[in-house]
């Protein structure tokens, strides 16, 4: 019945609702954050056009506002691969994490002889490591059905303190103060696109992966396998697909897509690894997944939408009394929505299979 109901209906209408999906939850967030401005005795309108200027206004800003949105296409993209599945992985954060400790280590251990070959090398590092991280929680489930909302997010924690403690310690730089690593060789940086900003070409390397994923998930076999298991895994198993390799496959899939937003993020925004490498990038891309309807052009757009409230909120409290948490309810208040109106077309759908 389902199928009957769309014919008829044409491919505009079919964006129409897609766009109001991913416009619904934002247009949602700027009224709760006008009614919070208005309450503290601010205008919407000005803090909204001062917001909108910071992250648009200029070509610098423009850079500002993709370079911040660079992690978060990883991130929203290794999400999406898991949620379209079925499995609700939360450990794109450690994955990042030690993503990017590992290219950073490739980066400024071997030697600066190599020159280029360094980027393929600690990309290909931090991807082989990230995806075994991952590997680890999906044999889990997929073997002797572990919740992973539990295993990756205890991973999160196991990331952050085995990163904590090497970069304090046997990896700490021993000229660049507390909690950071040597930098990196210059051969190693990611080049920037467009000097002086910080936006470099970990940027166009996130678009070719959201590319990449909208194809995978469009047009391949194991992409079609891959959402029939999340939307019915009795069904799947009836037909011959094998629940346990696909479950697999999407988490070794999402770690190296972390690695590579973690190796993109070392070598092109830090030239180093830090003690706080990520401010959140992981929970942030789960945010954008739900955003997004797991659908790549919607990924792209939440990746920017909310590079731009990142970008305008660090400034924004330069020129107006703003604080910064008003940028925090925005992101708050769209990801409720966004799962709120996910949850919706979900019933919706599901009434019309009844």
Same mark, same amino acid.
């Given at each position: ?19 109001? /999906? ?20 601010? &205008?919407?309108?000005?803090?909204? !056009? ?18 911040? !949105? ?54 290909? @590092? ?29 991973? &999160?924690?196991?990331?952050? /303190? ?14 660049? /103060?507390?909690?950071?690593? =040597? ?7 990611? =080049? ?17 992966? *959201? ?6 998930? +469009? ?14 895994? +009795?069904?799947?198993?009836? *037909? ?31 030239? +180093?690894? !830090?003690? /706080? ?5 992981? @929970? ?25 409230? !990142? ?42 299979? +009844?």
């Amino acid at each position: 019945m389902a199928e009957a109901a769309s014919i008829g209906r044409s491919p505009l209408m079919d964006w129409f609702d897609k766009g109001i /999906g991913l416009a619904f939850p934002f247009i949602v967030a700027l009224v709760v954050a006008a009614v919070v401005l208005l309450a503290i005795g601010e &205008n919407p309108l000005d803090v909204f !056009a001062l917001m909108f200027a910071e992250s648009f206004g200029t070509q610098r800003r423009i850079a500002a506002t993709l370079s911040a !949105a660079t992690p978060l296409l990883f991130t929203g993209v290794a999400t999406a691969i898991c949620f379209r599945s079925g499995v609700f992985n939360v450990g794109v954060e450690g994955a990042l994490v030690i993503g990017g400790l590992c290219a950073a280590f490739i980066g400024f251990t071997l030697p600066a002889a190599l020159g280029l070959t360094l980027i393929p090398l600690a990309f290909g @590092f931090a991807a082989l490591v990230s995806a075994i991280w991952l590997l680890v929680p999906g044999f889990l489930l997929a073997r002797y059905e572990v919740d992973e909302v539990v295993s990756t997010l205890m991973l &999160n924690f196991v990331a952050f /303190g085995i990163t904590g403690y090497l970069v304090n310690g046997p990896l700490l730089s021993e000229i660049s /103060g507390n909690n950071v690593t =040597p930098l990196v060789h210059e051969a190693a940086q990611l =080049p920037r696109l467009m000097p002086p900003s910080t936006l470099h070409t970990g940027f166009l390397i996130g678009v070719l992966v *959201v590319i990449l994923y909208g194809v995978w998930a +469009r047009r391949t076999p194991s992409g079609f396998e891959a959402a029939l298991v999340g939307q019915n895994k +009795r069904f799947s198993s009836a *037909v011959g697909i094998s629940i346990p390799a696909t479950i697999i496959l999407v988490m070794v899939l999402s770690g190296v897509i972390s690695g590579l937003g973690g190796a993109s993020h070392a070598l092109g925004q830090l030239h +180093r690894f !830090a003690d /706080g490498f990520s401010p959140g990038y992981g @929970f942030t891309g789960m945010a954008v997944a739900l955003l997004g309807r797991n659908n790549a052009i919607g990924i792209f757009l939440g990746a920017v939408l909310f590079g731009a409230l !990142a970008s305008a909120g660090t400034t924004v409290q330069l020129f107006s009394d703003i604080p910064l948490d008003i940028v925090n309810i925005i992101e708050g208040t769209v990801m409720i929505f966004a799962v709120v109106e996910l949850g919706r077309i979900s019933l919706k759908r599901w009434r019309a299979r +009844r």
